[in-house]
C-alpha cells in the first residue's frame, strides 16, 4: 500500500468522490485527517517575508533541498517567499496542485516528511479541511513552475494538539520548501495526441480538450462481451499502478440508449478515487485503467459482471445486465 502524506485527508470509497475545484465554489469533499489538519478556522492569516531558514544545498527546482534551523524566533504570521518564480498557470483556492515537497521542524531542522525520496509527488487539494491552513493560503496565487519556502506557526499548522506521528508538538512551526509541478482545476483536460477509432463496434468519443464533456456516441448494436479499454487521447505520464489513486474528469453511460448517469465535465468539479476500492465497487472500470498513462483519456467499456450485474444503483438509468461507458481523461495519479 502507498504510504499517505501527513498532509492529506483520506479519500473516501466509492465510484465517485468529488470535489469544488477551481470554479469559485467552496464546496468539497470531506473526510476524516491520517492525521487531520486543524479543525477550527481562524481568519486569514497576515502572510510577511520572513524569517525564513537559508536553503543550503539542493537549490534547483525538482532537486530534495537541505534546509538549515530556523534563524531566532519563527514569526507568529505565516511567513512566504517564492524561492523560484514559475511561469505557468496561477494557482487559486480549491485547485488541485501536484508538488514535490520538504518539510521540518523550525527549531531542529528534524525532517518529518519529503516526497523527493519517493519519487511521488504529492497531489492534493487546496481546499479547507483537505491540506493544512498554511498550504492553501500560502500557495494560492502562485504559478505552476515555482519553488515556494514557507513557515506555518500552529495555528496554520496542525494546532495546539500537534501531530505526534510525526512529532510535531503543538508549539512547533513547521518549514516547507515545495516545488508545484502542475495544478488541475474543473476545466482541465487531458493532453496526450488523439488515436484513431476505427472500430465501428466501439462508441466514439469526442477529443476536444477544453474542459467540457466529450461527446459519446454509442453505436446501435449489441455490446462487446468483454472489457475494453483504449485510448482516445494518449498521454506521455507513467503509467496508472493498481495501488494508486487517480484524479481525474470522468463521465459514465449506459450502453443501451447514451444516457449518462454520472459525470465531472462541466459540474465544476473533479474526481479521485483510489483504483483498490474501485475494485469494490465497479471492477472493470478500475482493470480498464490499471496501466494507463497519466494526461491520457481512455474509453473503458464494462461489460456486466464488472459492473454492477443484478445489483444496480436503485432509482438510475443503470439496470440489471447494464453495459457501462467511460470516458475518463487521468489528469493525475496519487
Known sequence: MRRRS?????????????????????????????????????????????????????????????????????????????????????????????????????????????????????????????????????????????????????TWGYGKQGNAQAGIKGTDTLVFVIDVI??????????????????????????????????????????????VSTYVLEGDGPELKADQAVLCQFQGLVWDGGKTFQRTYGSGRLSQFSLEQMQQAVKGLAQGLTGKKVGSRVLVVVPPELGYGDTPPSGGVIKKGSTLVFTVDILAAM
Open 6 to 154: 501527513l498532509l492529506l485527508a483520506a479519500v473516501p470509497a466509492g465510484l465517485v468522490t468529488v470535489a469544488g475545484c477551481g470554479d469559485g465554489k467552496s464546496d468539497s469533499s470531506k473526510a476524516s485527517a491520517s492525521p487531520s489538519p486543524s479543525v477550527s478556522t481562524p481568519p486569514p492569516p497576515k502572510i510577511v517575508e520572513g524569517p525564513l531558514p537559508a536553503i543550503t544545498a539542493g537549490t534547483k527546482f525538482g532537486e530534495k533541498p537541505t534546509v538549515a534551523k530556523g534563524p531566532g524566533e519563527p514569526s507568529k504570521n505565516l511567513a512566504v517567499k517564492t524561492v523560484i518564480a514559475g511561469s505557468g498557470r496561477t494557482i487559486a483556492e480549491n485547485d488541485f496542485v501536484r508538488a514535490d515537497y520538504l518539510g521540518q521542524i523550525w527549531d531542529t531542522a528534524k525532517v518529518f516528511d519529503n516526497s523527493y525520496d519517493k519519487k511521488r509527488p504529492l497531489v492534493l487539494q487546496l481546499a479547507q479541511g483537505t491540506v493544512i491552513d498554511g498550504w492553501r493560503y500560502a500557495l494560492a496565487g502562485k504559478k505552476v513552475g515555482s519553488r515556494v519556502q514557507i513557515a506555518v506557526p500552529p
Open 182 to 227: 502542475e495544478s488541475f482545476n474543473s476545466k482541465s483536460s487531458a493532453t496526450g495526441k488523439p488515436v484513431p477509432q476505427t472500430d465501428a463496434a466501439l462508441p466514439k468519443v469526442g477529443t476536444n480538450t477544453d474542459g467540457d464533456v466529450p461527446k459519446v456516441t454509442v453505436p446501435k448494436t449489441d455490446p462487446p462481451k468483454k472489457l
